[in-house]
């Protein structure tokens, strides 16, 4: 019966309590559904679930840069550095749950003079011991290690969802630089061309000028379009030198030289479908990313409350000792010590009280963030969503429109030949025939790019399954 008080500690060590509030996870404060009003596609009836990115993009050259960059790329490097400090950190707590075995070895000699010496000669002594035993071990009774544990693993938990979000962006950011740079390239060899015509022209024109059949004024006209096209050539020059700079800092490398050619007409990513549920959300790394911290902000509550409650802890320690090496294994050299301790706050001044209403507080603030975290999730996906049940239509317009322009400034073109109409009529054409071609060229930029935000904002990809 002596025992039972020990075996009673005992227990509640191993069972322990748990002080961490039950976690309910909060409400999403969004709709059901997806938007599905005027400009969004049609809904779609079927399970959603992830594709990796090398499926959702198709293009060779896209799949090589990708994989440069995830190789290279430094933002990537820290996020996954990151991850690897907050695994340690929470191996680091974990240890805290078991006792810490240490083993200490002394020895030493000392000598004392005779006139020093209480028996008027001189002594020389030994001091040797050898000890094993535990240090300061805290019995986790109501479980505040427990709650630290669980917040550090909630802690590393996000981290790796942190990283991955900053995958998923990657991917999305190199898809799109280099996209944006085609488009820039095929922007300057448009305008290249155009100008050559424009010169073209001014040439004939300056010609008819000196034979009479032109005035003064339809060569200053034709300068005019061709001074514009010059700037806009050393701006799009520009801008193609400035997205190689980008790129390659996202691929943390050099460019390859040899890259696949991209036709940005062509199927470059799998087709997006509409009208998905809008708890597909919780795939989003950002979401599980807000939903692991406030874990861990609920785990410091348990922390905190358990603070309040007395502490134990426990050294023990046996060995052995001996004033000379060699008896140190004799009989009756053993040694050992047990000192347990309880700590029992009485009055801390509040700082108990504070540090749970503190740890209350970031708990409220981690659901604040979540919720957050869901609405923009919401509105990207229902941007996305937006953007490409009306881009398609809209470059199909675009392309209508280059067409008849084209064919507006070739009649305007022979009308003024024939001497029907003024240079004006001709200029205005071909100003137009030039912006059409521009815009057709952004278009096509826009709505990959839109594609691309969808894909990043669904959380990494989407495949379309029955039921």
Partial sequence: MKHKPLLLVLAMTLSGCNLIPEYQRPDAPIPQAFPQDAGYEAP???HVAL???RTFFKDPAMHRLVDLALANNRDLRKAALNVAAYRAQYRIQGSALLPQIEMDGTGGRSRTPADMSNTGQQVTTGDNSLQVGLTSYEMDVWGRIRSLDRNALETYLASEETQRSVQIGLVAEVAVAYLTWETDRQLLSVTRSTLENYRHNLELIQA???????SDLDVRQARTLVDSARGQVQAYTRQVAQDINALRLLLGTSIPD????TDMEGQLMAEIPAGMPANLLQQR???RAAEHQLLAANANIGAARAAFFPSITLTAGAGTASSQLS??????????SFIPQIHLPIFTGGRLKASLDYAKIQKDIGVANYEQTIQVSFREVSDGLAAMGTWAEQIKSQQDLVRATDEYTQMALQRYE???DNYMTLLDAQRQLLSARQQLLNGHLAKLGAQIQLYKALGGGWTETET
Avoid: H, K, Q, R
């Avoid at 008819?208 to 032109?214: H, Q």
């Fill in 208 to 214: 008819s000028s000196e034979a009479g059949t032109a």
């Fill in 258 to 261: 040899n890259l696949p050619e």
């Fill in 285 to 287: 790394p950002d979401i």
């Fill in 51 to 53: 594709i990796g990115w």
């Fill in 418 to 420: 024939e001497g029907v």
């Fill in 44 to 46: 779609l009836t079927g």
């Fill in 327 to 336: 008896g140190l294994f004799n009989g009756g050299s053993e040694t050992w």
